[in-house]
C-alpha cells in the first residue's frame, strides 16, 4: 500500500543518491528538443528579474531551475534565490545568492521575507495546489509575480511514466522476483539461465512502447551477473534492483497523481487569490510537455 509517505522517503532517497539535480538526468542547458523548449522558457523567465528580486523556487529538487539559472549569465540579476523543497534535497553547486531550505509550500515559512518572484518546474503540483495558490498570494510583494512549468495529465512526460510504471509492476507482482531468497540453493550458472529466462518472457509481455524499459532492466541484471562472481552476490543485487524498482514506481505514480490534479487547473486558478494568469500548453514537436502558468499579483 502507497502512503504518502511512501512517496516522501522515495523522493528523500533519489534526491540524496543521486547528482541530477532533477528528476530527468538532464541539466536543462540543451538547446534542441523538449529540453531545449524548457530551457528557453526559463531563460526567457529570467530575464525579465530585477536585480533587487527575491526569487522562491517551490518543489525545486536539487536545484536544477538555480543551477540553470546561474549557469546562463555571467551576473545573477537576483537579491536572493531560495531553493526550497519539502524532501531532504542537496546542491552540488554552491553561490553566494543561492539558499537551499527544506519547506513545505502548503505551508510556507518565510517569516518578514517577501519574496517578489516565484517559480517551479514540476515541483507545486505534488502539493496541494489550492493550498499552495493561497500561499504564495500570501508571501508575494505587491508587484509580486509567478511562472510555474506543471506536469500534464496528457504530457509525454506522463504517458512516459505510466509505461514505467505497468513494466514496473509486472516485475513486483511477480511471485520470481518476490521470493529470490529461494534461489540460494541454484548454482551461479543455473541462475543466470533463470535469469534469461525471465528476461526473455518480460520481453514477450511487453507492448511495443514498454519493450524500451524491460531492455533497462535486463541491462541492470546483464551488468549484476557479467560483475559478480557468485550466486549469493548476484541474489543480493537482485534484491537491490527490485527495491529501486519499488522506489521509482512510487516516484512516478507520485507524478502521475499530481499531473492528474492539473486536471482542474484552470478551475483552481480561477477560485484562487491569483487572479492575475496566463495559462497555457508547453509544446514540442505538437506534444505537451507541460501547464504553463505566468502572473502577477
Known amino acids: 500500500m502507497r502512503t504518502k509517505q511512501t512517496e516522501q522517503q522515495a523522493w528523500n532517497t533519489y534526491w540524496q543518491q543521486h547528482q541530477t539535480s ?10 534542441e528538443g523538449p529540453y531545449g523548449v524548457v530551457s528557453r522558457h526559463w531563460l526567457a523567465c529570467f530575464e525579465t528579474f530585477d536585480t533587487s528580486d527575491i526569487v522562491c523556487d517551490l518543489g525545486a529538487g536539487n536545484g536544477a531551475l538555480a543551477k540553470l539559472f546561474i549557469d546562463s549569465r555571467k551576473k545573477l540579476n537576483c537579491k536572493q534565490w531560495l531553493s526550497t523543497d ?3 534535497t542537496r546542491l552540488d553547486f554552491t553561490h553566494q545568492k543561492v539558499e537551499a531550505r527544506q519547506m513545505n509550500a502548503e505551508q510556507m515559512e518565510l517569516i518578514d521575507q517577501k519574496i517578489d518572484v516565484f517559480v517551479s518546474m514540476f515541483g507545486i503540483e505534488y ?38 510504471v505497468n513494466v514496473g509492476q509486472r516485475i513486483l507482482d511477480n511471485a520470481f522476483w518476490q521470493t529470490l531468497s529461494n534461489l540460494n540453493t541454484l548454482s551461479f550458472t543455473e541462475l543466470k539461465h533463470l535469469l534469461l529466462q525471465q528476461l526473455n518472457i518480460q520481453m514477450q509481455k511487453a507492448s511495443f512502447d514498454e519493450q524500451e524499459d524491460v531492455k ?13 562472481q ?10 537491490e534492483i527490485v527495491e529501486q524498482i519499488k522506489q521509482q514506481n512510487s516516484r512516478l505514480i507520485a507524478q502521475i497523481n499530481a499531473a492528474i490534479q492539473t486536471q482542474e487547473l484552470s478551475q483552481l486558478l480561477e477560485k484562487s487569490p491569483l487572479s492575475c494568469y ?8 505538437h506534444a505537451i510537455l507541460g501547464w504553463s502558468v505566468i502572473g502577477k499579483k
Open 22 to 31: 532533477n528528476s530527468f538526468c538532464c541539466d536543462y542547458t540543451e538547446n
Open 86 to 88: 519539502i524532501a531532504l
Open 127 to 164: 502539493a496541494d495546489l489550492k493550498k499552495v495558490f493561497a500561499e504564495v498570494n500570501r508571501n508575494l510583494s505587491p508587484t509580486g509575480r509567478y511562472q510555474f512549468l506543471l506536469h500534464h495529465q496528457d504530457s509525454v512526460i506522463t504517458k512516459q511514466s505510466r509505461v514505467t
Open 216 to 228: 533497462i532492466i535486463g541491462h541492470s541484471i546483464f551488468s549484476l551477473v557479467q560483475s559478480s
Open 230 to 239: 557468485s550466486t549469493h552476490q548476484v541474489i543480493m543485487g537482485l534484491t
Open 278 to 285: 496566463k495559462l497555457s500548453t508547453l509544446m514540442y514537436n
